[in-house]
């Protein structure tokens, strides 16, 4: 799964209203995910770039297929970490690995790398992801 694709929404637009724009999606989306009154599980069997990365972290657990890798490349490409991932990784694995994956290093772990730091919950063999 690739990141969002901001074409649609980067038009040029007075700094407020963008700022405002940004902060209302965001709420929404998060707080679907947090607020959700049933377990949500994420099933990852594939390359997760971007937002399938950060948003796999608001779900109950995620499962990934041996295959799975996480990629981040926000500091590469010369954004901000999207939505609440610059404070909740650090929560979730700690600061020095949360630098890791979001900043200039770029480490894509892979799904035993991914669940020893505490980014998914369990890896699984690929076979196994939705047997």
Same mark, same amino acid.
């Given at each position: 799964?690739a990141? #969002?694709? /901001? !074409?649609?929404? %980067?038009?040029p637009?007075?700094p ?6 940004i ?8 707080g !679907?995910?947090l607020d =959700?009154?049933k377990?949500l599980? @994420? @099933?990852v ?5 971007g937002?399938?990365v950060?948003?796999s972290? /608001? ?6 297929s $041996?295959?799975?890798? =996480?990629?981040?490349?926000f500091?590469?490409?010369g #954004?901000?970490? $999207?939505g609440? !991932? !610059? #404070?909740h990784f @650090?929560? /979730? %694995?700690g600061? +020095?690995t ?5 900043g200039? +290093?770029?480490?894509v772990?892979?799904a035993? +790398? @991914? +669940?020893?730091?505490?980014?998914v919950?369990?890896?699984?063999p690929h ?5």
């Amino acid at each position: 799964c690739a990141g #969002v694709d /901001l !074409s649609g929404f %980067m038009q040029p637009q007075n700094p407020v209203g963008l700022r405002r724009r940004i902060y209302e999606d965001n709420r929404f989306v998060f707080g !679907s995910f947090l607020d =959700f009154p049933k377990p949500l599980i @994420a @099933a990852v069997n594939g390359h997760a770039i971007g937002a399938s990365v950060t948003t796999s972290t /608001l779900c109950d657990a995620v499962v990934a297929s $041996e295959k799975a890798t =996480f990629n981040t490349p926000f500091a590469r490409l010369g #954004v901000p970490p $999207e939505g609440c !991932s !610059s #404070v909740h990784f @650090a929560q /979730l %694995m700690g600061q +020095e690995t949360a630098d890791r994956i979001l900043g200039p +290093e770029n480490w894509v772990p892979t799904a035993a +790398e @991914a +669940e020893r730091v505490g980014l998914v919950t369990k890896a699984v063999p690929h076979d196994d992801l939705i047997a």
